[in-house]
């Protein structure tokens, strides 16, 4: 019944535990439509024998004739509240209940709800105060004291109970004014009080009960008289005289271990209380005055408001706590119209039926209603009313116990509050969070479901879960299900896995599910949660750096092969034209000397695209501005693209200035533009647009870059496209779609342009309709670049002449390539010195006058700039040349050497000769 799809687990778990029995009952059958646990342990039976059974049969819970009074006031009203019954349930306790009780229809059917609330403790502490209230009208002062031991043995079944006094002679003993024994009334006698829970209790000025649940003896060992009365647990209560001085106790012994009840010390604390004005009354000789003063004192003393009325509920009497409750004198509330001026208007014919249902024995035994405060704030407030009779029976007044409640209800409130914000905190979670019952059928989702999946909540709900499965994994859930509910062998839940969700139109993404199982709702269901992580973005992310550590891995592997390969090359070039100049000659020979040069000249070009590829920056970046660059190769641009290519030019103005090779970039803008021509193999339009970007810091995590400013380069064309496969292979060396046509460099190597500019590159493309390369470069800021060599001597370069006299060490630890540059250099003029490590090259300044060092960068042990570190620590003001084929490891330390030159490898015979006689010379003009 009543299931609400959004709320049905809320509403049972709150039905099933509520601490308020209730039933729900269909009034022309009797059978009971609902009833939760609460109800089954008050009327004594299981639930499943009162679900059998009629009311009409079976009136335990009200009686019949009761029942039949329902009834006809549920015709008059459709509510009945706070409706007190005592009766004996099917285990044979007997309790007092508070019914509150309303018709509602539902389908046809007339139903009512029937709210039970367990008030018996409550009616018996109203009892029991009312009987320890008649004891103080007692005319026998002997019989009061043995009347209020005994009922207390009663109450609390405490096997000795003992009114003493003490001893103000010497202190140390208390003489008993009234000693019950199992509930006989026996002779007193004198307790010693040293070593015993009662010495303390003569000290107390608080009026506080010392409580011994259990082992009273081995804390107090020297208390002959526990040993000899097998005592096992003690509570003692203060007595005080009229200047609430401490005159004696009143003791509970007990010989069994107690459990502290709730009302216990309240209780005590009325005994203590009437037993201490009684002795007040003995000693102003028994006097009305004094048993008055006496009552006067036990209603301030008590905790909770205290209102006395006559018949017609005009105030007589009230407490302190009501005086302080109100914030009234006595004689304004004994003044004033109670309910006109003090109950709120709309309450009034509420609180009006209490009091006649009161008088008439038809309830008002127990309510709640709010009371105006003298300030005007209002309070909530709970009432526990009952007649006092006469010896005869009959009514002659009300007493009120009232206790303010608004504390608890605005607590009540706060946790009612507390729900609802973590039912908005789960609406809150980014994570989709979803309820399902053992089969599967979706109970509640948050918002985040509908976001992730694309479904509504209405469209969800009472769906099985498999809805959000690829068939691959919904044909296999209900077996999972099965075989968990039979094994509780557990694959996901508790566990958590990476799955594959689907949406709503139909994309497959990936999620990180985790399930638990849930408590059972009211009918013994299993249910479970499931929290879904969407993981595309982590995945996107994780692919592209795993893409960034291929193409990371491809470039150092690549640098190093093309890094030997060029060394192999720079051997047989440089040799080669050695070779030429000898056989200038004999044309024939020198033609095919000139094939070799030739050869090893386009090996070293493929070389450098390979280590342009690999490096990660540019020891030839300059800071321009790429329309200008743009701009020049315009020209031979369109003559690679032919006529069948349109080129369009969208160039921002006053674009920013980016740090790149240039060379470099012109190679990259010429490999673009070609891939697009034989993507558009019927022609087409080729677009190049410039633009100034700044990027967020998620927009730039996007690009892997660092938010910031940049310059984009977009190039356009509206071509055959790729597929997702190609395009995650495209930046791969050797990786091409054109067959033999192809080298598969040109792309690497606008990879490598792009990573050594610190910069990134975003390809977007669809088959059949084209691709879109965005490239973004950082903004730097235009400056004059700087060169080792003066502009006097770069400018008499070509001029000077190339020979020598000087003393030159080579350092290279590939001997051929050391030789050939000893051979160069020895053929005009200069002296040599080889040497094949760092160590070598060291030793050898120390034994000759050396003018210049050549030497190789990478090496073994000792790189070129740790050997230029160690001939600076010499001081040894010598010019050093640095020759490398691979930037990937000096660019580390580059920042350091900005003043040495460096030479690319390999070099023509011409380079280095030239690059020789300009780092001489320039020393020369230096000193």
């Known amino acids: 019944m009543f299931k609400s799809p959004e709320n049905d687990s809320l509403v049972s778990a709150v039905f099933d535990s509520s601490p308020i029995g209730i039933q729900i009952i269909d009034l022309e059958t009797g059978m009971r439509e609902k009833i939760n646990q609460t109800a089954c342990v008050l009327l004594g039976d299981t639930k499943d024998n009162l679900m059998a059974k009629s009311v009409f049969e079976d009136c335990t819970w009200l009686g019949k004739d009761k029942f039949l009074f329902v009834i006809e006031r549920l015709k008059e009203n459709k509510t009945l ?23 509602f229809k539902y389908r046809s059917k007339r139903l009512v709800t029937v709210s039970m609330n367990d008030v018996t403790e409550q009616h018996y502490l109203l009892k029991n105060i009312s009987d320890t209230a008649n004891l103080i009208f007692s005319d026998d002062d002997t019989s009061f004291f043995d009347n209020v031991t005994l009922k207390i043995a009663e109450l609390f079944e405490a096997a ?70 097998k005592i096992k647990s003690y509570i003692g209560m203060p ?3 009229i200047n609430k001085k401490t005159i004696g106790g009143l003791i509970l012994l007990f010989t069994k271990d107690i459990n502290k009840n709730t009302y216990w010390e309240d209780l005590l604390k009325i005994f203590s209380g009437k037993i201490s004005s009684e002795l007040k009354h003995l000693t102003l000789h028994n006097t009305h005055y004094e048993a008055q003063q006496h009552l006067k004192l036990y209603s301030e003393q008590a905790p909770l408001a205290l209102f006395k009325w006559d018949l017609g509920f005009n105030l007589l009497e009230c407490n302190q706590s009501a005086i302080s409750m109100l914030n009234y004198t006595e004689d304004e509330l004994k003044q004033c119209d109670f309910i006109s001026a003090l109950v709120p208007i709309n309450e009034q014919k509420r609180v009006n039926k209490t009091c006649s249902d009161l008088l008439v024995n038809e309830g008002g035994e127990h309510g709640f209603n709010s009371l105006i405060k003298q300030n005007g704030n209002i309070i909530l407030t709970e009432w526990h009313n009952s007649l006092i009779k006469d010896d005869s029976g009959a009514a002659i007044g009300v007493i009120s116990i009232v206790k303010d409640i608004t504390q608890e209800r605005q607590q009540l409130k706060r946790l009612a509050q507390k729900e609802t914000e973590k039912r908005e905190i789960i609406n809150a979670i980014i994570d989709a969070v979803i309820t399902i019952n053992s089969k599967g059928i979706i109970l509640s989702v948050n918002a985040a479901t509908e976001k992730m999946f694309g479904y509504s909540v209405d469209e969800l709900l009472g769906e099985n879960i498999k809805l959000l499965m690829p068939k691959s994994t919904a044909v296999k859930h209900d077996t999972y299900l099965e075989n968990y509910l039979q094994t509780k062998e557990a694959q996901i839940i508790g566990i958590g896995r990476k799955v594959i969700a689907i949406k709503k139109n139909g994309q497959e993404f990936p999620i990180y599910l985790g399930i638990a199982e849930l408590s059972p709702d009211e009918n013994n269901n299993i249910r479970y949660v499931g929290t879904c992580h969407d993981l595309s973005l982590f995945t996107e992310q994780q692919n592209k750096l795993q893409r960034i550590q291929k193409m990371d891995a491809l470039g150092k592997l690549t640098g190093g092969i093309a890094h030997d390969f060029n060394n192999l090359l720079g051997i047989v070039s440089g040799f080669g034209e050695l070779l030429e100049l000898k056989l200038g000659q004999d044309p024939k020979l020198s033609k095919y000397c000139r094939q070799i040069i030739t050869a090893s000249e386009r090996g070293s070009e493929l070389t450098r695209k390979l280590l342009d590829f690999s490096k990660q920056e540019s020891k030839k970046s300059t800071v321009c501005n790429i329309n200008d660059l743009l701009t020049a190769t315009q020209g031979m641009i369109a003559k690679t693209l032919t006529v069948l290519v349109t080129v369009n030019y969208t160039l921002a103005d006053d674009l920013w200035c980016s740090t790149i090779d240039i060379s470099a970039f012109d190679d990259v803008i010429l490999n673009l533009c070609i891939n697009a021509k034989h993507a558009m193999s019927n022609g087409g339009l080729l677009s190049i647009s410039t ?32 597929n997702d496969k190609v395009k995650r292979q495209i930046f791969e060396p050797f990786y091409t779609t054109k067959g033999d046509e192809g080298t598969g460099l040109g792309l690497s190597q606008v990879y490598g342009f792009i990573t050594s500019s610190q910069g990134s590159i975003y390809v977007y493309s669809e088959t059949n309709m084209g691709t879109s390369i965005n490239i973004y470069l950082p903004r730097s800021k235009p400056k004059e670049s700087k060169n080792v060599l003066s502009k006097n001597v770069l400018s008499k370069s070509k001029y000077i002449s190339l020979k020598g006299k000087e003393n030159i060490l080579v350092v290279d630890d590939e001997f051929s390539l050391g030789l050939l540059a000893k051979t160069i250099l020895e053929n005009e003029g200069y002296t040599v010195f080889q040497t094949s490590s760092g160590e070598d090259a060291l030793f050898c300044l120390t034994a000759h006058n050396i003018d210049l060092i050549i030497s190789d960068v990478i090496m073994p042990k000792t790189t070129g700039y740790q050997l230029i570190e160690k001939v600076r620590a010499l001081d040894i003001n010598i010019p050093i040349i640095l020759a490398t084929g691979f930037d990937g490891y000096i660019n580390i330390s580059k920042g350091n050497y900005s003043d040495i030159p460096i030479i690319s490898k390999p070099y023509t015979s011409y380079e280095l000769l030239t690059q020789t006689r300009m780092s001489l010379d320039s020393k020369k003009i230096e000193n």
């Open 81 to 103: 509240k706070n409706h007190i019954v005592q009766f004996e349930n099917h285990q044979g306790n007997e309790l007092t209940i508070s019914y509150d009780i309303s018709e």
């Open 160 to 229: 000795h109970v003992f009114i003493g006094l003490n001893n103000f002679d010497d202190g140390l003993k208390m003489k008993t004014v009234s000693y019950c024994c199992y509930n006989q009334i026996i002779e007193n006698f004198t307790y010693n009080l040293k070593h015993t829970p009662c010495a303390n209790i003569v000290k107390d000025i608080n009026g506080n009960a010392c409580y011994v649940y259990q082992d009273v003896q081995t804390l107090f060992p020297k208390d002959s008289f526990f040993i000899e009365k």
């Open 239 to 241: 007595i005080f005289d």
């Open 691 to 722: 633009q100034n970007v700044t990027l967020s810091a998620i927009e730039a995590e996007r690009y892997n870059l660092t938010a910031g400013d940049f310059v984009s380069l977009t190039i356009t064309d509206n071509g055959c496209g790729m």
